[in-house]
């Protein structure tokens, strides 16, 4: 299990949402689940519009999730991705601080997700 915790301006308080790890359902899908919603166009990883903060909360505990080849090419394009950061999540498989909800797949672990509430905002 994990507990996932969402933060927005345009949300009145943040939530705290517990989720089941291994079930292949994107970030995104959690959101939705729990009436919290994080702007999507494409729900494909390729427009940017669900650019989302992802905080790892475990501490030295954090679990990697690949990035995609759509994902990389978009957070690369908005500036989201510092090529500090590409080569942390390539060779040490240890995930970017910002993330596409859509792309993002939820493991074990407690995480804080940070959005604006506008498209590609984070």
Do not use: W
């Not at 040490?92 to 074990?108: F, G």
């Amino acid at each position: 299990m994990a507990t996932v915790y969402f933060s927005s301006p345009t949300m009145r308080k943040n939530k705290k949402v517990t989720a089941v790890a291994g079930k292949r359902n994107a970030l995104l899908g959690l959101a939705e689940e729990n009436g919290i919603k994080i702007p999507c166009e494409c729900r494909d990883g390729e427009c940017g519009s669900c650019l989302v903060k992802v905080t790892h909360l475990d501490g030295d505990r954090v679990k990697a999730v690949m990035l995609t080849d759509k994902e990389r090419s978009v957070l690369k394009s908005v500036g989201k991705l510092p090529p500090h950061e590409a080569e942390r999540a390539s060779v040490h498989d240890v995930p970017p601080t910002y993330r596409l909800a859509c792309q993002t797949i939820v493991t074990d672990e407690d995480l804080l997700v940070e959005f604006t509430g506008e498209p590609g905002g984070a």
